[in-house]
């Protein structure tokens, strides 16, 4: 097997990182760049690349939706994003009346 891609890589560590309860169901559907690892095995893998800018474009793409937290930020697939993730800047506007 080859090396993965980038795109490979994250979906293989949205797929394995995330926490899994006993039950087999999962306990997270977003996944902590950080406190999971992800970020500095993404570094180690690519040899010093970058996994920051990589998550940004990734969201920029609308390919992943990301929330700010304690650490780091977490991830998600759009479909399995909480609401208050899915919100745009419009609507937040909108809500302040500008």
């Known amino acids: 097997m080859g090396k993965l891609t980038h795109d490979e890589f994250f979906a293989s560590a ?4 995330r926490t899994i309860a006993e039950d087999g169901k ?15 095995a993404f570094r180690v ?5 970058d996994p920051v800018g ?3 474009a990734l969201e920029e793409a609308g390919t992943i939706v990301s929330i700010p937290v304690r ?8 479909s399995e994003a909480p ?3 899915r919100k745009t800047a ?3 506007l909108k809500r302040m009346g500008l």
């Open 71 to 78: 650490g780091g930020v977490r991830v998600y697939w759009p």
């Open 45 to 49: 893998y690519f040899e010093g690349g």
């Open 14 to 17: 949205m797929e394995n990182l």
């Open 90 to 92: 419009t609507q937040t």
């Open 83 to 85: 609401n208050s993730a």
């Open 26 to 40: 999962r306990e997270y559907k977003g996944l902590h760049t950080v406190y999971s690892g992800s970020n500095e």
């Open 54 to 56: 990589f998550i940004k």
